[in-house]
């Protein structure tokens, strides 16, 4: 066996060890040991392998897959620009927390810098996005390959996963490999086909473990220092994190009785107050009830009344921003637990209970008065969010893209139970959303998946929406609502009149596609939504499929403009 498909079969096997469960590739020729390892472990049942032509969108599908299942994903590319394409997701996976690790294929060192086809300088790529990186050593015949490879495995997943510094994130490990790289080829100077001596056992760990595993990370003390519950009225505020840190903040807040605002994907669910964005934006209602403290557990992104109430004076911010996407999170709960252990003090449980109680009637008189304005109005942005998330079937996941989407669902829908929601919140951008949906659905087929994003955003990963051969295809309902262009644009300062000369060109972008037809050009089910009676049975179909709303995004912004104007009256 050659030494590039030696070092391949022990990488492979030991990622399998070490956890992984879904990995993906793009083709390429420098890249082709590993390649055809993990074809040969997918052969054996031992993995899921999808495989993408667009380095962009495997990168992202990667993405969704390891937020999705909560494990380490892989990604392999070919060496050069196909390397770069992965970056977009490495940040995102980076800022999120999400366990991408990142195999590029190199030329060996003596090849670098010399102008060889297909070469750049692949060393660091990511620059500070990943949490580690290594020039892994090229693959040679020798004593001592099999541990140095495979302590090189576990200590990438280690890192990926945030063993090592508590951070899970994005890991890039570039991976130099010195021809022949396909099995069966001698190397120079070897024996013909079939000389297969190596000079140790290439075996793994005994019963399938892993070969080195970290010791576990000590919690610092400065962690675990309880916070003194003082009675000041504290709220929770919940942003982007996974459902078990979600449920423990939750039940933290429960027992001390503080009231819960929750983002969509910090997946609360009923327990959370609904309509809360709007109570924030009144000031009438918060002159009366500005929090003396908030608890802010996980990332919290998607709108400026937020960000002014935590940036108030008066008001003191406890940050947990978990690594959010990593099966162990028993850290991060361990670390909120001991901050707020028992259940509060006596004291305060008559004013918690008496604030609730006037939060919920304040949110229950918005949340008839938005319903109210979105009902009267036309098929729009607000409509189709809210009515989405009140038809998804009890299990279902949702994929919220940046822009509107995710904020309308913020605003307009009524928080609910059994529906998990997702989003690329790590750097909010409206690329790869396709890619990411679909590896999210592909990460646990037995759960219907479905996502919603814009039409720009559609348009920047349509190479999500293509499908190699003999692919799996994912149960993926992506609903788009079709505004012509970053509608989001017309609701901040770019949408005043002052700017409209020039405010499709630059900011707008409208496109003239029929997003149906592009849709089924790429082999997806698709047909467009003309009233909203017709979602429920649009969403029962099942994926792929594509459901596109066509939307006006001014009249959308009018309709902001209008719940707005009245949000103090409502909650007075
Ligand atoms: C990769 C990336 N490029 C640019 C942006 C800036 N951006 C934010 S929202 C937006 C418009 C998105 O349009 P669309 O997806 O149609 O959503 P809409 O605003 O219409 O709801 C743009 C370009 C971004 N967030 N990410
Ligand atoms: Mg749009």
């Known amino acids: 066996m050659n030494a590039a498909t030696a070092f391949a079969e022990v990488f492979v096997d030991e990622l399998i060890r070490g956890g992984v469960e879904h990995a993906v590739l793009a083709p390429g020729s420098r890249s082709a040991p590993l390649a055809l390892a993990f074809a040969a472990a997918e052969r054996d049942g031992r993995l899921n392998l999808h495989v993408r032509t667009d380095e962009r969108s495997a990168g992202f599908l990667a993405l969704g897959l390891a937020k999705g299942s909560r494990r380490v994903v892989p990604v392999l590319t070919t060496s050069g620009t196909a390397a770069a394409h992965l970056h977009a997701a490495v940040l995102e996976a980076s800022y999120s927390g999400a366990a991408l690790l990142a195999l590029t294929a190199d030329r060996p060192p003596e090849m670098r810098g010399t102008g060889a086809n297909q070469t ?5 790529l990511f620059g500070d996005a990943v949490r580690h990186f290594s020039d892994v050593e090229v693959p040679e015949r020798g004593l001592g390959s099999n541990d140095r490879w495979r302590t090189t495995v576990c200590q990438a997943l280690a890192w990926a996963r945030g063993d090592i510094d508590g951070r899970p994130g994005a890991v890039h490990l570039n991976l130099p490999l010195r021809a022949p790289l396909l099995p069966g080829m001698p190397e120079s100077g070897r024996g013909g086909e079939g000389d297969e001596t190596w000079p140790e056992s290439l075996e793994g760990a005994a019963l399938g473990m892993p070969w080195t595993e970290p010791q576990p990370r000590a919690v610092g003390d400065e962690h675990l220092a309880a916070v003194a519950d003082s009675g000041d ?7 982007d994190t996974v459902g078990e840190v979600s449920e423990i903040a939750v039940e933290t807040a429960k027992r001390h009785g503080w009231p819960i605002l929750a983002e969509p994907t910090g997946n609360a669910g009923r327990d959370a107050i609904p309509a809360y964005l709007g109570l924030l934006e009144s000031e009438a209602f918060l002159s009366r009830h500005r929090p003396q403290r908030i608890m802010c557990v996980g990332r919290v992104t998607l709108s400026r009344a937020v960000q002014r109430l935590l940036e108030h004076e008066d008001v003191q911010v406890e940050r947990f921003e978990f690594g959010p996407h990593w099966p162990d999170v028993g850290e991060s709960i361990e670390r909120l637990r001991s901050r707020f252990p028992g259940d509060g003090p006596e004291s305060g449980r008559d004013a918690s209970a008496a604030l609730i109680e006037a939060l919920a009637t304040a949110a229950d008189a ?10 009267e109005a036309y098929l729009g942005g607000a409509k189709v969010a809210r009515d ?6 009890t299990g279902a996941r949702l994929f919220l893209g940046s822009s509107n989407p995710i904020r309308d669902v913020d605003r307009y829908a009524r928080p609910r139970d059994g529906v998990e929601m997702l989003a690329n919140r790590g750097v909010a951008g409206i ?3 396709i890619s990411t949906a679909v590896g999210i659905a592909l990460s646990d087929p037995d759960r219907p998946t479905f996502a919603l994003i814009g039409d720009l955003a559609f348009l920047h990963d349509l190479g999500g929406l293509s499908t190699v051969e003999g692919e799996p295809r994912p149960d993926l309902t992506l609903v788009v609502v079709d505004n012509r262009g970053g509608g989001i644009f017309a609701q901040l ?7 409209e000369r ?3 060109r630059v900011f707008g972008t409208p496109h003239q596609l029929d997003l149906v037809k592009v849709a089924r050009s790429l082999g997806w089910e698709s ?3 003309r009233s909203a009676d017709q979602l429920g049975d649009a969403l029962v179909l099942g994926g792929p499929r594509v459901i596109v709303v066509r939307t006006d995004q001014r009249a959308d912004a009018d309709l902001l403009r209008r719940v707005r104007a009245g949000q103090d009256g409502a909650t007075a």
């Open 120 to 124: 750049i300088d692949q060393l660091r």
């Open 233 to 239: 009225s504290t709220w929770l505020l919940l942003g």
């Open 366 to 375: 918005l949340l008839a008065y938005q319903d109210r304005i979105v009902n």
């Open 388 to 393: 989405l998330v009140c038809r998804l079937p």
């Open 431 to 433: 690329d790869g959303s």
């Open 493 to 499: 300062e770019p949408g005043r009149p002052e700017y």
């Open 502 to 504: 020039d405010y499709d």
């Open 527 to 529: 047909e467009e939504l």
